[in-house]
């Protein structure tokens, strides 16, 4: 965790700073080529995670997701998606307070991040395709969000190598974390 208030704020910055730049690039693109949400799920799932994982503090994964929705939505107003992805921030972070918001390397820990990860992503997927598509209760709970969980799937599948890389490389003690 960063010494002080700065660097946290800083590293906020940087990760929400990756959550726009995500869903503005592969988030669009996957939907355009495969008419399916599961990589804006990708998107917005991998720098929560990474977040968690480099600052292993709560409300960093809520102000990366409330921050860099906000900056998507100003880049792309009619992405209006992100309120469901910013909602289902602040419901991973407080889901991953269950674990102290530790992302460890361990069977068990894998499959807490896991279950929270689908969790938020099903609860995303809801939101979305309940209140900002408009498809209905039923369409979204057994249609919509069984999409988004899959894309949080996929999450869980590229972020975890790619996080026991940068805890290997030992990152977090070269700039001073």
Not at 128 to 151: D, E, K, N, S, Y
Request: aromatic share 12%; net charge positive.
């Amino acid at each position: 965790m960063p010494s002080n208030k700065t660097k946290y704020i800083a590293f906020i910055g940087i990760f929400s700073g990756l959550w726009a730049a995500l869903n503005l690039t592969i988030g669009p693109l996957g939907f355009t080529l495969f008419r399916l949400p599961i990589l804006c799920d990708v998107a917005s799932y991998f720098p929560l995670l990474v977040t968690v994982w480099f600052l292993r503090r709560y409300g960093s994964a809520t102000g990366v997701g409330i921050i860099g929705s906000l900056v998507t939505l100003f880049l792309r107003p009619g992405a209006t998606q992100m309120i469901g992805f910013a909602i289902s921030a602040v419901l991973f972070d407080l889901l991953m307070f269950s674990l102290k918001h530790n992302i460890g390397f361990n069977i068990r820990n894998v499959l807490g991040v896991s279950i929270i990860t689908l969790v938020s992503a099903y609860f995303a997927g809801f939101v979305i395709g309940a209140f900002i598509m408009m498809g209905g209760v039923v369409w979204a709970l057994t249609v919509w969000a069984p999409l988004h969980a899959a894309g949080g799937l996929l999450s869980i599948i590229v972020s975890y190598p790619i996080l026991v890389a940068l805890e290997k490389s030992g990152v977090k003690k070269i700039i001073g974390a």
